[in-house]
């Protein structure tokens, strides 16, 4: 069903407080790995002028499973003697919006298992800096892309992971959503300052399409995963391309 919204102003919700929410905790059998990876945390955050909470220990809590006290990026050691990291990362799996997970590791032969929802990365004992940096850039940057919103009079607050592109329509823009539409009087030229354009971009006159959604590019069309294929402008190809890879490697996708 379409929904008409007139005379609307659109803001994406930044919060500057979102990262003093995030609860970054490590889980490690041995408790000089915990406080060696708790330092490291402490040294990013500090280098990125970020806040967030970090805490740790030789076992994960259950009270951590609670919606409230759920981390936001999990640290966790693949082989542990009680609950291993792979158990831990089955029962993270049931929650829509479990924390990301970043294995740490000496078993290189327990990799290939602990993949799933929501691992986004592996760091090998001891851990580098400069890996961990990278890894933890990608944590942070699936983190705010999951907050990230627009805000709709009436209380209504639409998240940006949820849309699948944006197409002109006259003086209306159409909203496209795996559960319907929305239309708005707003330009897509205004949409793109409001969108993130590390994960948006407009293809052509008529179209904003979100990289998540994307399943093919070929030639100057892309496929999106909603089947709706899209011409794309002739100067937008390298820009799409290009913008695709990136958005791939930030978020660990590999086509």
Same mark, same amino acid.
């Given at each position: 069903?379409?929904?008409?919204?007139?005379?609307?102003?659109?803001?994406?919700?930044?919060?500057?407080?979102?990262?003093?929410?995030?609860?970054?905790?490590?889980?490690?059998?041995?408790?000089?790995?915990?406080?060696?990876?708790?330092?490291?945390?402490?040294?990013?955050?500090?280098?990125?002028?970020?806040?967030?909470?970090?805490?740790?220990?030789?076992?994960?809590?259950?009270?951590?499973?609670?919606?409230?006290?759920?981390?936001?990026?999990?640290?966790?050691?693949?082989?542990?003697?009680?609950?291993?990291?792979?158990?831990?990362?089955?029962?993270?799996?049931?929650?829509?919006?479990?924390?990301?997970?970043?294995?740490? %590791?000496?078993?290189?032969?327990?990799?290939?298992?602990?993949?799933?929802?929501?691992?986004?990365?592996?760091?090998?004992?001891?851990?580098?800096?400069?890996?961990?940096?990278?890894?933890?850039?990608?944590?942070?940057?699936?983190?705010?892309?999951?907050?990230?919103?627009?805000?709709?009079?009436? $209380?209504?607050?639409?998240?940006?992971?949820?849309?699948?592109?944006?197409?002109?329509?006259?003086?209306?823009? %159409?909203?496209?959503?795996?559960?319907?539409?929305?239309?708005?009087?707003?330009?897509?030229?205004?949409?793109?300052?409001?969108?993130?354009?590390?994960?948006?971009?407009?293809?052509?006159?008529?179209?904003?399409?979100?990289?998540?959604?994307?399943?093919?590019?070929?030639?100057?069309?892309?496929?999106?995963?909603?089947?709706?294929?899209?011409?794309?402008?002739?100067?937008?190809?390298?820009?799409?391309?290009?913008?695709?890879?990136?958005?791939?490697?930030?978020? $660990?996708?590999?086509?």
């Amino acid at each position: 069903q379409k929904t008409t919204t007139q005379n609307i102003a659109l803001v994406i919700r930044r919060n500057l407080c979102l990262y003093q929410d995030m609860k970054i905790y490590i889980c490690d059998d041995m408790i000089e790995i915990v406080e060696a990876v708790k330092a490291e945390c402490e040294h990013y955050l500090q280098a990125k002028n970020m806040e967030a909470e970090v805490a740790g220990d030789v076992f994960f809590p259950d009270e951590l499973e609670g919606e409230d006290k759920r981390p936001g990026v999990l640290l966790l050691d693949i082989g542990m003697p009680t609950s291993s990291g792979i158990e831990i990362k089955d029962r993270m799996e049931k929650y829509e919006d479990g924390p990301f997970i970043i294995f740490i %590791t000496s078993h290189d032969e327990m990799v290939y298992e602990a993949f799933g929802k929501n691992v986004i990365g592996f760091l090998r004992k001891p851990v580098d800096r400069v890996l961990f940096e990278k890894v933890m850039d990608k944590a942070v940057d699936f983190y705010e892309s999951r907050f990230l919103s627009v805000q709709l009079p009436g $209380g209504i607050e639409l998240m940006c992971r949820d849309i699948i592109g944006i197409k002109s329509e006259h003086v209306y823009s %159409t909203i496209v959503l795996a559960d319907g539409e929305l239309s708005i009087r707003r330009s897509l030229k205004e949409w793109e300052t409001l969108l993130p354009e590390k994960d948006f971009l407009r293809i052509n006159e008529k179209w904003i399409i979100h990289y998540a959604y994307v399943d093919k590019i070929k030639d100057d069309k892309v496929t999106l995963k909603n089947g709706e294929r899209l011409a794309v402008s002739r100067r937008r190809k390298l820009q799409l391309r290009d913008g695709y890879i990136s958005y791939c490697l930030r978020k $660990g996708r590999y086509r």
